[in-house]
């Protein structure tokens, strides 16, 4: 049987780089078949962007303040992760709701992770979100991509325990531990062919 190929992945960040970082050591290890081709930044001076450089990784900012509207921003989007001919696109804090145009570009090929129970508090501050509500349990979601807000088909979801005394900071903290597990366990299983593209 011959070892299947890598998972060439195009990233797009906009913040901290903390789930990115979690890909990179996995994949550092030997412990994820995949390769990080680019990563995409749509906020010059994002944290992320430092991260893939110290990889080795290329890495470059598209701001979508530079175009007239979404569609040129998902256009410039999808020519440069064409050029450097990726599979999968992991959204890894990408805080732009991605149009038609890129989501027939990458089909059934894109994945979000998202640090709640969806369909629990969608969109942002979601941490405050469930502090808010009260819930005793939140957690974190690997899901497709869709043209809603974190609203397309469930990959994998873990449950996250709210603490009495929880503020934003340590419930936030919490979740993005479990998170970067999550997020390198759906590639592993995506490498390995048990997680297959979405048809939709
Ligand atoms: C994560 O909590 C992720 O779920 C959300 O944005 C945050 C990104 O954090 N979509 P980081 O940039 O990976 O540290």
Not at 20 to 37: C, E, F, H, M, Y
Not at 53 to 76: K, W
Not at 86 to 106: C, D, E, Y
Not at 167 to 195: C, K, M, N, P, Y
Request: glycine share 8%; net charge neutral.
């Amino acid at each position: 049987m011959t070892a299947p190929s890598p998972l060439n992945l195009g990233v797009l960040v906009s913040g901290a780089g903390s789930n990115l970082q979690a890909i990179l050591d996995a994949i550092s290890a030997g412990t994820l078949n995949a390769r990080v081709k680019l990563v995409i930044s749509n906020r010059p001076g994002a944290p992320a962007l430092e991260r893939a450089r110290a990889a080795r990784i290329s890495a470059l900012t598209i701001r979508h303040q530079d175009f007239d509207n979404r569609e040129a921003f998902d256009a410039a989007l999808v020519d440069a992760l064409r050029e450097v001919d990726v599979n999968w696109i992991v959204l890894a804090g990408f805080m732009r709701v991605l149009t038609p145009k890129f989501l027939s570009a990458f089909p059934g090929r894109i994945i979000n992770i998202h640090p709640s129970l969806l369909p629990a508090f969608p969109g942002v501050d979601a941490a405050k979100q469930a502090l808010d509500y009260g819930v005793k349990l939140t957690g974190c979601t690997v899901h497709f991509v869709d043209h809603g807000v974190d609203s397309g088909r469930i990959i994998a979801q873990r449950a996250v325990p709210v603490e009495a005394g929880d503020d934003v900071a340590s419930l936030t903290a919490r979740i993005h531990g479990v998170e970067h597990q999550l997020f390198v366990d759906v590639l592993r299983e995506i490498a390995a062919g048990r997680v297959l593209p979405f048809e939709g």
